[in-house]
């Protein structure tokens, strides 16, 4: 079992979900390295300065990477590293839905050790550490799988739920309930609570997720008896990339495997 317990973030999480419950964002927007254009907000800074401040003074040190201001993966080498998104699921934070949350994972030579997920608006805390097992609000969490695929209610995009260059891929899986959920962590987080089986995501030119986005919600489907695998078959966690752009599934693995087959069916046909 991990010696990295997150206990210590507790209160700092619970001022930064005081503070995204009680201010309204300030919208504004960044310039990724390929050109594209995301939102951010005040919010993602301060959240973000809180965590880094309360991850230093935890362990002096640790080396951080982060979204907004320490996005250079040569932290990853430090025998120590703290890999924070602030806010997964900005757009959705402006727009006033439920569907983000902060995320904190800490690293050790490299690995993920421990992971928190917080669902402000959800009232959720997920925390695990290695091979100490997943929590919701310090209840075990232990994934409950449909049979199979069809039994499953399955969650993804809303905006690829109205695509309809996707709707073979969704007559393909024909789940028995699909359930849009925006951004990638509130995605895994409704698998962790049991409200659905898995989540998938088809490739979309120019979306990806990167390492601070998934490592937490990795570690903690691991922990809780599943998985986030790439749909060449490759599990994220093992692989690690600090950038992930060919589409995911999460999930029991008999479900990601399934869907999987599903996907490769659709594009053979």
Not at 132 to 161: M, Y
Request: aromatic share 6%; net charge negative; proline share 8%.
């Amino acid at each position: 079992m991990s010696d990295f317990p997150m206990g210590w973030l507790d209160p700092v999480l619970d001022r930064c979900r005081s503070e995204v419950l009680e201010h309204r964002p300030r919208p504004s927007t960044k310039t990724l390295g390929d050109g594209r254009v995301e939102p951010v907000t005040d919010l993602d800074l301060r959240i973000e300065g809180r965590l880094i401040s309360a991850a230093l003074e935890a362990y002096p040190s640790a080396d951080v990477l982060s979204e907004e201001t320490h996005s250079d993966p040569a932290a990853l080498g430090s025998e120590l590293c703290f890999v924070i998104d602030p806010i997964d699921g900005t757009k959705e934070l402006i727009a006033g839905t439920a569907d983000f949350a902060i995320s904190v994972a800490l690293f050790q030579r490299g690995r993920p050790v421990a992971g928190v997920l917080d669902l402000p608006f959800r009232g959720q805390r997920f925390t695990c550490v290695a091979e100490g097992g997943a929590q919701v609000n310090g209840v075990p969490v232990h994934l409950q799988g449909a049979p199979h695929l069809r039994a499953a209610k399955l969650a993804i995009s809303p905006t690829q739920r109205a695509d309809p260059a996707l709707a073979p891929v969704w007559t393909r899986l024909l789940p028995r309930v699909i359930a849009p959920v925006g951004a990638f962590t509130p995605k895994v987080a409704q698998i962790l609570c049991g409200d659905c089986h898995a989540a998938f995501y088809p490739p979309k030119a120019g979306k990806s997720i990167f390492l601070w986005d998934y490592a937490a919600a990795a570690l903690l489907l691991a922990e809780a008896g599943g998985m986030l695998m790439s749909l060449d078959g490759m599990s994220l966690l093992h692989t690690l990339p600090m950038e992930h752009t060919g589409g995911w599934v999460a999930g029991p693995a008999h479900l990601c495997r399934e869907i999987r087959l599903a996907m490769q069916e659709t594009e053979s046909a």
